[in-house]
């Protein structure tokens, strides 16, 4: 047995994002406990720290840690949209935990670290890196979902999360025990050894439903979506916001890890079967159930679970541009969705309370700037051009018809028409639908407005000019195929 | 002017933002700003005429860039003889909804305005593309504006009609995305991925293939028209848009169907038009013959004109699928004349209906000598659209008639039907409205027709005359791009080698080079 040593030279430049956040992190609670009356200072300094570690990405590239720990530009992709999403997040939650008083350290150290646990998923080439990230992510997730301790919802979410994700771990932690009885290791890419011939030992094939269903319920994934609308609901909205998009991207990359591994090698149809029943299961209930939802977050909860449908058509066809496709679309998702939830965390109201389709509206008139972003983040769900959500359809479509699978195509458009009724209906009531009385007029910050515009321009941006962006993620995408 | 149709279609967006930063309470200001943007890009779009050669059937003012590089998508602008009258239509009628609006609009001038400006961007967007893609972002983009000028600005059951318009032409439309796509990955086969129209003219596509895809895009098209049976959401949205919507609806946004029709599904799937014209010729006069008998039972004014819509349109189906010259030429100015008078239409119920508050026919009657001025205007409308002689709806439906007969004979005589039809209904709602007793006393005191509306109707009217006396003006620049257009089509079916247009061309040069060398010589050994 070779022995190779763990720690290589410039190790830390791999990780010095992870050592930036978690320690940003540390300090904030200190500051919180040591000055608890300057709370000004919090939400600028996470802000200055993530806005730093986007900016001077991690400057080593490679393999670390044993060949177990990669840095490529496809980290670099992902590690950008975990961190545009704890940005957005943050300047969204300021104001919010402002106004129910819950401000505090915490709640931006939570943050930070889950995006440390995100990153490390995003990074790990070895299944036990993947689940400790995995479980650094989830527990700051709990945590964060009970944030608003006052409300009894926001305490059942997290306690619905956490023992839904008890399991979702242990199905991971078992899948992952298999497959090193399966390979005699945990790294992902030792699964390649493990199938020849193109038939996978039984052995592979439990493992690889285990981390399914396990990745599956991280990303509100049909059949295991159960918790995703109850727990948006729930929690407090601008963590809903982050939760419904951030978690998913670091999924994603997991699981596009383990599938480019998977799918290429065994030949068997039936797992790229099993993928597609996912995908298409997910745009169906996703987008039929969503139109029976008047609460808002519920409504964006359902949708969710139709996106990770959409984007799991291009994880199972598993080519270059097929992973670059799931990217653009994680990056497009997070700016709109982050975007819609956004505009729901404004509305003033008593947490308890639902936020139903008739509080915002009016808005378009009484609020131009928050009708009308809304109504472009709807638009963008749907598809609709010249939304960055129009370039992102076009693109998971056309590679499924590139590769042939026109059937995937098909029920993706075909559900897409359903989506459009939901998503109309929420302009409908931004434009068309007077105010009543009672009606909470939403607060716009300037922090949160800006929120608000960079994801509004983000989403025109892309939408307009995509070229730049794809560039990057085919780029991106060939590291993970080449390798 | 280089950039002439960049200009053209990029300033009304410049409009609409600039209306969008106005204070919402400065009506007059707003109103002024986009009437004169509005005839800013009239007069542009004028000028597009002197630079524009109608001996040639290509492309020109041609402007491209590229857009999305991967997937071979650009930017990209043109006008040919099948396009050119109808962004001169768009930009026609634009500034004519905005006069006819300029006193009706109560609720949020604002945000109506700046939706009619986006709308007419989004319009000619789409008329002024050259790559398929490019198309479809402003076919799609269109919707909202569209959406939102009917949901918040039209009658009781605008909500209704609003949502049933939208659903109905997404379902169509994204249906076409995906043939969209998959004509891009085709393109893509042969070398780099390519959606401009001249390239997707040459696409070879399998027969299989191209049935299927010859109904995605029908159908979208078909929906847009509407074709009989995907006709249902007009009347509803007609009846429920304020008159600003409708005269756009009618006048622009219905023609996209028909173009679509002369732009995409003739000469990209040639063999399965062919195979296919019959039934769309049929669903065509099912319409027109169906369109005019449910307009003769309508009470209301609007819900009439909405029909005879239907039924006009048909005309068009009918010629562009009869595949003639002139029946395909018939069908491109009848798409222009039915954007006049079905608009002046529209136009004049809403003028009746904003001083009376009904369109219900029963409440009228006698009024001729109430408002003389605008039974006039109404009379000549209403006789453009029956197609007198002399009124340019005349030389449509002859055109398209006597293209059609050679054919399609048996449905040309029941289409002809439709014309008698068109002449009982309209006459008939001419004759319950404007002559007889005045029986409602409220009548007697009807004001005339008002200044601006006068300035709105009457451009609309002076066309009407011209096309009907002149029709070589408007026919002239278009033919040489139908016969190009049906040459295409027609060689496609025989199975000749596909060249894309540019090839032609070019073998159209060397030809005339050779055949010149050839005289020459011959010159050469006479002396």
């Given at each position: 047995m070779s022995f190779t040593p763990l720690i290589e030279a410039n190790w830390y430049l791999a990780v010095l994002p992870e050592i930036i956040l978690s320690c940003v992190g540390m300090i904030l609670i200190l500051w919180d406990?040591?000055?608890?009356?300057?709370?000004?200072?919090?939400?600028?300094?996470?802000?200055?720290?993530?806005?730093?570690?986007?900016?001077?990405?991690?400057?080593?590239?490679?393999?670390?840690?044993?060949?177990?720990?990669?840095?490529?530009?496809?980290?670099?992709?992902?590690?950008?949209?975990?961190?545009?999403?704890?940005?957005?997040?943050?300047?969204?939650?300021?104001?919010?935990?402002?106004?129910?008083?819950?401000?505090?350290?915490?709640?931006?150290?939570?943050?930070?670290?889950?995006?440390?646990?995100?990153?490390?998923?995003?990074?790990?080439?070895?299944?036990?890196?993947?689940?400790?990230?995995?479980?650094?992510?989830?527990?700051?997730?709990?945590?964060?979902?009970?944030?608003?301790?006052?409300?009894?919802?926001?305490?059942?979410?997290?306690?619905?999360?956490?023992?839904?994700?008890?399991?979702?771990?242990?199905?991971?932690?078992?899948?992952?025990?298999?497959?090193?009885?399966?390979?005699?290791?945990?790294?992902?890419?030792?699964?390649?050894?493990?199938?020849?011939?193109?038939?996978?030992?039984?052995?592979?094939?439990?493992?690889?439903?285990?981390l399914l269903g396990g990745f599956g319920f991280k990303l509100a994934l049909a059949p295991f979506h159960g918790w995703a609308p109850d727990v948006y609901q729930g929690a407090p909205t601008p963590v809903a916001a982050w939760l419904s998009v951030a978690p998913k991207a670091a999924a994603f990359i997991a699981l596009i890890r383990i599938v480019s591994e998977v799918v290429p090698m065994a030949s068997s149809v039936a797992w790229t079967t099993v993928l597609a029943t996912l995908a298409i299961l997910s745009m169906v209930i996703g987008n039929f159930v969503a139109i029976a939802q008047r609460d808002l977050k519920r409504m964006l909860a359902y949708s969710g679970i139709a996106h990770v449908g959409y984007m799991m058509i291009a994880v199972l066809l598993v080519r270059q541009d097929a992973i670059a496709a799931v990217a653009i679309y994680a990056i497009v998702y997070a700016l709109m969705n982050i975007g819609a939830f956004g505009v729901v965390s404004l509305l003033d109201k008593n947490q308890n309370d639902p936020q139903t389709l008739d509080d915002i509206a009016g808005m378009g008139f009484s609020r131009p700037f928050a009708g009308l972003v809304l109504s472009l983040f709807m638009f963008s769900l749907a598809g609709l051009p010249p939304t960055a959500g129009f370039i992102a359809k076009f693109y998971v479509f056309r590679v499924a018809i590139e590769a042939g699978a026109i059937n995937l195509a098909i029920i993706g458009i075909l559900t897409s028409i359903v989506s459009v009724f939901y998503y109309l209906r929420v302009v409908y009531f931004v434009y068309m639908k007077e105010a009543d009385e009672s009606t909470p007029l939403p607060v716009l910050n300037v922090l949160s407005a800006s929120a608000?515009?960079?994801a509004a321009i983000g989403i025109l941006a892309i939408g307009i000019f995509p070229s730049p962006f794809f560039r990057t993620a085919v780029q991106a995408a060939s590291n993970i195929l080449l390798r | 002017m280089e950039y002439l149709l960049s200009i053209i279609l990029w300033f009304p967006l410049v409009g609409a933002v600039a209306v969008a930063l106005m204070p919402k309470t400065a009506l007059q200001a707003i109103k002024v700003v986009a009437l004169t943007v509005s005839v800013v890009v009239f007069v542009l779009s004028v000028m597009i005429l002197p630079a524009f050669d109608a001996a040639s059937p290509d492309f020109q003012l041609t402007e491209q860039l590229t857009w999305i590089a991967v997937w071979g998508v650009s930017y990209a602008l043109g006008v040919d003889g099948i396009s050119l009258w109808l962004v001169l239509l768009t930009t026609f009628i634009t500034p004519v909804v905005i006069l006819s609006q300029w006193t009706s609009v109560k609720r949020y001038l604002k945000e109506y305005m700046v939706s009619m400006l986006a709308l007419e961007f989004g319009m000619l967007g789409a008329f002024l593309a050259m790559d398929l893609v490019f198309f479809y972002v402003f076919f799609e983009l269109m919707l909202l504006p569209m959406y939102l000028i009917i949901g918040i600005w039209g009658g009781a059951n605008r909500i209704y009609a609003a949502i049933k318009f939208f659903l109905f032409t997404?379902?169509?439309?994204?249906?076409?995305?995906?043939?969209?796509?998959?004509?891009?990955?085709?393109?893509?086969?042969?070398?780099?991925?390519?959606?401009?129209?001249?390239?997707?003219?040459?696409?070879?596509?399998?027969?299989?293939?191209?049935?299927?895809?010859?109904?995605v895009f029908t159908l979208a098209f078909a929906i847009k028209v509407p074709v009989f049976p995907f006709h249902t959401w007009l009347p509803d949205a007609h009846v429920e848009a304020p008159t600003g919507g409708s005269i756009i609806l009618a006048g622009v946004l219905l023609k996209l169907g028909t173009y679509g029709f002369i732009r995409f599904v003739l000469p990209i799937f040639p063999e399965a038009t062919f195979q296919w014209a019959w039934l769309l010729a049929t669903l065509g006069v099912i319409g027109i013959i169906y369109g005019a008998l449910v307009a003769w039972v309508q009470p209301d004014m609007k819900k009439l004109v909405a029909y005879?819509?239907?039924?006009?349109?048909?005309?068009?189906?009918?010629?562009?699928?009869?595949?003639?010259?002139?029946?395909?030429?018939?069908?491109?100015?009848?798409?222009?004349?039915?954007?006049?008078?079905?608009?002046?239409?529209?136009?004049?119920?809403?003028?009746?209906?904003?001083?009376?508050?009904?369109?219900?026919?029963?409440?009228?009657?006698?009024?001729?000598?109430?408002?003389?001025?605008?039974?006039?205007?109404?009379?000549?409308?209403?006789?453009?659209?029956?197609?007198?002689?002399?009124?340019?709806?005349?030389?449509?439906?002859?055109?398209?008639?006597?293209?059609?007969?050679?054919?399609?004979?048996?449905?040309?005589?029941?289409?002809?039907?439709?014309?008698?039809?068109?002449?009982?209904?309209?006459?008939?709602?001419?004759?319950?409205?404007?002559?007889?007793?005045?029986?409602?006393?409220?009548?007697?005191?009807?004001?005339?027709?008002?200044?601006?509306?006068?300035?709105?109707?009457?451009?609309?009217?002076?066309?009407?005359?011209?096309?009907?006396?002149?029709?070589?003006?408007?026919?002239?620049?278009?033919?040489?791009?139908?016969?190009?257009?049906?040459?295409?089509?027609?060689?496609?079916?025989?199975?000749?080698?596909?060249?894309?247009?540019?090839?032609?061309?070019?073998?159209?040069?060397?030809?005339?080079?050779?055949?010149?060398?050839?005289?020459?010589?011959?010159?050469?050994?006479s002396r």
């Amino acid at each position: 047995m070779s022995f190779t040593p763990l720690i290589e030279a410039n190790w830390y430049l791999a990780v010095l994002p992870e050592i930036i956040l978690s320690c940003v992190g540390m300090i904030l609670i200190l500051w919180d406990a040591f000055f608890p009356k300057a709370k000004d200072v919090l939400a600028p300094l996470t802000i200055v720290t993530i806005l730093a570690v986007i900016l001077f990405q991690s400057p080593a590239s490679g393999l670390f840690f044993g060949n177990t720990w990669e840095v490529s530009s496809l980290t670099r992709l992902f590690d950008f949209i975990f961190l545009v999403a704890a940005l957005l997040a943050t300047m969204l939650s300021r104001d919010y935990l402002r106004r129910e008083r819950l401000e505090g350290g915490e709640f931006y150290a939570l943050l930070l670290w889950a995006t440390v646990g995100m990153m490390m998923m995003a990074k790990g080439l070895d299944l036990l890196i993947v689940v400790v990230g995995l479980e650094t992510l989830s527990i700051c997730i709990f945590a964060l979902v009970a944030y608003h301790g006052r409300i009894a919802i926001s305490n059942e979410a997290s306690l619905k999360y956490f023992l839904m994700g008890a399991f979702a771990t242990g199905f991971i932690l078992y899948g992952t025990a298999l497959f090193y009885g399966a390979t005699g290791s945990t790294r992902i890419d030792g699964l390649q050894t493990a199938i020849v011939g193109g038939s996978p030992s039984p052995l592979v094939t439990i493992a690889f439903i285990m981390l399914l269903g396990g990745f599956g319920f991280k990303l509100a994934l049909a059949p295991f979506h159960g918790w995703a609308p109850d727990v948006y609901q729930g929690a407090p909205t601008p963590v809903a916001a982050w939760l419904s998009v951030a978690p998913k991207a670091a999924a994603f990359i997991a699981l596009i890890r383990i599938v480019s591994e998977v799918v290429p090698m065994a030949s068997s149809v039936a797992w790229t079967t099993v993928l597609a029943t996912l995908a298409i299961l997910s745009m169906v209930i996703g987008n039929f159930v969503a139109i029976a939802q008047r609460d808002l977050k519920r409504m964006l909860a359902y949708s969710g679970i139709a996106h990770v449908g959409y984007m799991m058509i291009a994880v199972l066809l598993v080519r270059q541009d097929a992973i670059a496709a799931v990217a653009i679309y994680a990056i497009v998702y997070a700016l709109m969705n982050i975007g819609a939830f956004g505009v729901v965390s404004l509305l003033d109201k008593n947490q308890n309370d639902p936020q139903t389709l008739d509080d915002i509206a009016g808005m378009g008139f009484s609020r131009p700037f928050a009708g009308l972003v809304l109504s472009l983040f709807m638009f963008s769900l749907a598809g609709l051009p010249p939304t960055a959500g129009f370039i992102a359809k076009f693109y998971v479509f056309r590679v499924a018809i590139e590769a042939g699978a026109i059937n995937l195509a098909i029920i993706g458009i075909l559900t897409s028409i359903v989506s459009v009724f939901y998503y109309l209906r929420v302009v409908y009531f931004v434009y068309m639908k007077e105010a009543d009385e009672s009606t909470p007029l939403p607060v716009l910050n300037v922090l949160s407005a800006s929120a608000l515009a960079i994801a509004a321009i983000g989403i025109l941006a892309i939408g307009i000019f995509p070229s730049p962006f794809f560039r990057t993620a085919v780029q991106a995408a060939s590291n993970i195929l080449l390798r | 002017m280089e950039y002439l149709l960049s200009i053209i279609l990029w300033f009304p967006l410049v409009g609409a933002v600039a209306v969008a930063l106005m204070p919402k309470t400065a009506l007059q200001a707003i109103k002024v700003v986009a009437l004169t943007v509005s005839v800013v890009v009239f007069v542009l779009s004028v000028m597009i005429l002197p630079a524009f050669d109608a001996a040639s059937p290509d492309f020109q003012l041609t402007e491209q860039l590229t857009w999305i590089a991967v997937w071979g998508v650009s930017y990209a602008l043109g006008v040919d003889g099948i396009s050119l009258w109808l962004v001169l239509l768009t930009t026609f009628i634009t500034p004519v909804v905005i006069l006819s609006q300029w006193t009706s609009v109560k609720r949020y001038l604002k945000e109506y305005m700046v939706s009619m400006l986006a709308l007419e961007f989004g319009m000619l967007g789409a008329f002024l593309a050259m790559d398929l893609v490019f198309f479809y972002v402003f076919f799609e983009l269109m919707l909202l504006p569209m959406y939102l000028i009917i949901g918040i600005w039209g009658g009781a059951n605008r909500i209704y009609a609003a949502i049933k318009f939208f659903l109905f032409t997404i379902a169509g439309s994204l249906l076409m995305l995906a043939g969209i796509i998959y004509l891009g990955v085709l393109s893509g086969r042969g070398g780099a991925p390519s959606f401009m129209f001249q390239d997707l003219y040459g696409l070879t596509i399998p027969p299989e293939a191209q049935t299927l895809l010859f109904f995605v895009f029908t159908l979208a098209f078909a929906i847009k028209v509407p074709v009989f049976p995907f006709h249902t959401w007009l009347p509803d949205a007609h009846v429920e848009a304020p008159t600003g919507g409708s005269i756009i609806l009618a006048g622009v946004l219905l023609k996209l169907g028909t173009y679509g029709f002369i732009r995409f599904v003739l000469p990209i799937f040639p063999e399965a038009t062919f195979q296919w014209a019959w039934l769309l010729a049929t669903l065509g006069v099912i319409g027109i013959i169906y369109g005019a008998l449910v307009a003769w039972v309508q009470p209301d004014m609007k819900k009439l004109v909405a029909y005879s819509s239907v039924s006009h349109l048909g005309f068009c189906v009918l010629g562009i699928f009869a595949l003639t010259q002139a029946s395909l030429e018939g069908s491109i100015i009848q798409m222009v004349n039915h954007g006049l008078s079905t608009g002046a239409l529209f136009l004049l119920v809403g003028v009746i209906y904003e001083r009376r508050h009904s369109r219900m026919l029963a409440d009228f009657g006698g009024i001729a000598s109430v408002v003389p001025l605008f039974t006039v205007l109404f009379i000549i409308s209403v006789l453009a659209s029956v197609g007198l002689p002399g009124l340019n709806g005349f030389i449509g439906e002859f055109l398209i008639l006597a293209g059609s007969y050679g054919t399609f004979p048996v449905l040309t005589i029941i289409a002809t039907s439709g014309v008698i039809l068109a002449a009982i209904y309209l006459l008939w709602l001419v004759q319950k409205v404007f002559f007889g007793p005045i029986v409602h006393e409220e009548n007697r005191t009807l004001p005339d027709i008002g200044r601006h509306e006068m300035l709105a109707v009457v451009p609309l009217v002076i066309f009407m005359v011209w096309i009907g006396i002149r029709p070589e003006t408007f026919l002239r620049p278009m033919r040489p791009a139908v016969a190009q257009m049906l040459e295409l089509v027609e060689a496609r079916r025989n199975g000749e080698e596909i060249l894309t247009i540019e090839q032609r061309n070019r073998e159209a040069a060397r030809h005339a080079m050779a055949e010149l060398r050839k005289r020459e010589a011959a010159q050469e050994v006479s002396r």
